[in-house]
């Protein structure tokens, strides 16, 4: 299993981007979680898993089903943030650590996810973790969400960002993902969302990017700031709607 190579190798840190990860990421719309939900992620009486869970998104949305809830990611500073935002949850746990190096008891879970970040991972050592820790019968589950090419604003937007930094490969990545399968008989399900913005909050989401707040040095980041904010006021109203695709994928043990 060969690990995919984000950015040419390029280093990146979600951890630089948490404040503004915290506050302009959490934008899945319920649907998804009903989605989710439906498959059997965060079912009460249920243990689940969440691999790189970032600020808790995925988490905190399902959490109210009652689920017993452990999640990690490898950033100190994205787990501090979930943590803070996860106070009026006592059903989930986060703990710092990379996905690689998970230890839990053999068939402690009945699901695992991973979700925007499996990408992320060596397959070489997440892959047989995953299988040893879903209980007979359990499942895991991989989530994308993207947002669609042929909206203008996504054009507008990578262009800024590809022309500052040129190693930012986008969605290329994840594409490569979502036609890899680790495992077997997979299951799959899309679906098209329209997710509301305002200037502000569509600015927060594209510097909270890998190739922006994450990648970026901080001559660049400003020289985003200024032309992705400039652009936006030129050519787009205050509120609007960017149409997103998720992608599910999921396999049972």
């Known amino acids: ?7 040419d190798g390029k ?3 979600f951890g630089k981007t948490s404040k503004a990860y915290a506050k302009y990421r959490d934008i899945y719309p319920e649907e998804v979680f009903e989605k989710l939900h ?6 009460q009486g249920s243990r689940w898993l969440d691999l790189g869970t970032g600020t808790g ?4 949305g399902l959490a109210k089903y009652g689920a017993d809830i452990v ?3 490898i950033s100190e500073q994205q787990i501090a943030e979930a943590v803070e935002l996860s106070r009026d949850y006592s059903n989930i746990r986060y703990e710092v650590m990379a996905s690689e190096n998970v230890s839990y008891p053999e068939h402690s879970f009945d699901a695992v996810t991973a979700c925007q970040c499996f990408w992320y991972f060596d397959p070489n050592a997440v892959v047989p ?4 820790l879903l209980k007979p019968g359990g499942f895991f589950l991989k ?5 669609m090419k042929e909206e203008s604003i996504t054009h507008d937007s990578n262009g800024i960002v590809r022309k500052i930094n040129g190693n930012w490969a986008g969605a290329s990545p994840a594409i490569q993902d979502l036609k890899t399968h680790y495992f077997e008989d997979p ?14 909050t569509w600015h927060g989401r594209m510097m909270t990017s890998r190739g922006v707040m994450a990648s970026m040095n901080s001559e660049q980041l400003s020289q985003f700031d200024e032309e992705h904010r400039r652009m936006l006021e030129e050519n787009y109203p205050e509120s609007f709607t960017v149409r997103h695709k998720v992608f599910f994928t999921w396999y049972y043990m």
């Open 11 to 13: 280093a990146f840190d």
């Open 187 to 200: 299951h799959t399900e899309t679906m098209i969302v329209e997710i509301p913005f305002t200037r502000e």
């Open 129 to 132: 973790l995953i299988r040893t």
């Open 38 to 43: 439906e498959i059997g992620v965060g079912v």
């Open 71 to 73: 999640a990690t990611d």
């Open 1 to 7: 299993m060969e690990k995919i190579i984000v950015d």
């Open 57 to 60: 998104v995925i988490p905190r």
């Open 143 to 147: 989530l994308y969400m993207s947002y």
